[in-house]
């Protein structure tokens, strides 16, 4: 019985030491070094291997490396192998710091002050207290509900919306189709941090943006196919929008000719908002191992009609 992982090497090494230390009766491999493919019973991947019924045909559990599993082509897997994402706190500490980061950008005006510079213009602009400034973030999972949390410490008027009803304290909680217009008519910095789901793909479009107020602000941390990206470059030059802040794309990276690297007010960063930490991972991963064996429900496991 082993214990496969296919994706960066660098970050494989490491699990690799840990796996040695915590569970040294399990052989570890890194791909393409299967060994014996039939001995394979889990399998950790950002991208699993083509036809993997075939290549791994013992496979007991996918688990993926990262919080999101749309990256992982599942239509190969049978039915019977859960799928299992990634929860772990170091994930979630990254993605908490990213958004935060993003937010005070937006609030406190810190791409108008980047432009100035630019012109070696000194000049101030009004600064607005972080209540006047209403957060909303689609997705309340693991890591929408922790960045609200953290917001809302720094006195952001706190939002947010799923598909079910969710309480969070200090937050505004909207759920479902019915109330995402009150949800976007609140929202001055709109944070996206939904899974990609047939339901969700190529939401953020003209039609939903177009229902923030006038001057709001895109944060994108989900996934590039979330968003139409000529609508947001067609509201941003209808100065709609004032900014948008992007960590995903479509696709990635984007050509170098393409508008939005040049956009004033767009910011790109190379989908770095957030990363498992592999120590943290690890463990995550060794107590799903623990309670496969026992025949308990595994921490993350997804649905696969959901997608999420
Ligand atoms: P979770 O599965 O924990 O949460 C997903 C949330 O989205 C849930 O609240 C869910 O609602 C909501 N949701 C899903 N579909 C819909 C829908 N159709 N309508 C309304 N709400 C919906 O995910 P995580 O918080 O762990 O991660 C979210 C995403 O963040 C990942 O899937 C990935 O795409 C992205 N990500 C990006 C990273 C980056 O570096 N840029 C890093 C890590 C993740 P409900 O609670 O009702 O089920
Ligand atoms: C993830 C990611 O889904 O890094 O974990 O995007």
Known sequence: MSFLYKADPARGAVWAKLFAERLPDMPFKIWPDIGDPAQVRYLAAWQPPEDPARTLPNLEVLFSVGAGVDQLDLSGFPAHV???RMIEPGIVERMVEYVTHAVLTIHRDFLDYAGQQRQACWTELPVRPAASCRVG???LGMLGTAVLERLRLFGYDCAGWSRSEHRIEG????????????????????????????????????????????????VQTGRGAHLVQDDLLRLLDDEHLRCALLDVTTPEPLPADHPLWWHPRVRITPHIASATHPETAVESVLENLRRHRLGLPMIGEIDRHRGY
Request: proline share 7%.
């Open 82 to 84: 859960p799928v299992v």
């Open 137 to 139: 973030v689609l997705g």
């Open 171 to 218: 937050v505004a909680c909207y759920a479902g189709e019915q109330a995402l217009d009150a949800f976007l008519a609140r929202t001055d910095v709109l944070v996206c941090l939904l899974p990609l789901t047939p339901a969700t793909r190529h939401m953020l479009d003209a039609r939903l943006l177009g229902k923030l107020p006038r001057g709001a602000s895109l």
